[in-house]
């Protein structure tokens, strides 16, 4: 059974950071893109962050440009969110995907997603 598995959300003041953790078991995903999502409440599911199968390719948002980062880990099966300079804005359930093309991942239409974790940026 695929599953992936977010950590290391929390609540943090403005201008502080938080590490987003997503563990992807059940299958190989050497060669699955994967990326970041998040909803704020009321408001719709956006994208926020994508790395391709290899980890040579990185994509952001333009409203987290600069301040995030997404990585993988070396066996591939981890992606990362190192969210710096936390904005009360950035405050959402964010969530993780994955799939073999790093379209699907950023357009939405992965195989796969997490249950999410909460981050909340107080001002």
């Known amino acids: 059974q695929v599953q992936l598995v977010e950590s290391g959300g929390g609540l943090v003041q403005a201008g502080g950071s938080l590490r987003l953790s997503c563990a992807a078991s059940?299958?190989?995903?050497?060669?699955?893109?994967m990326g970041w999502f998040r909803q704020a409440p009321g408001k719709e599911r956006e994208f926020v962050a994508a790395?391709?199968?290899?980890?040579?390719?990185?994509f952001y948002a333009d409203s987290v440009k600069g301040r995030f980062t997404i990585s993988r880990g070396k066996a591939k099966n981890t992606a990362y969110l190192q969210m710096n300079n936390l904005k009360p804005e950035d405050t959402a359930i964010y969530y993780c995907n994955a799939d073999p093309s790093t379209s699907a991942t950023r357009d939405g239409r992965p195989d796969y997603w997490g249950q999410g974790a909460q981050v909340t940026v107080s001002s």
């Open positions: 790395i391709s199968w290899s980890g040579g390719s990185t």
């Open positions: 059940g299958r190989t995903f050497g060669d699955y893109a």
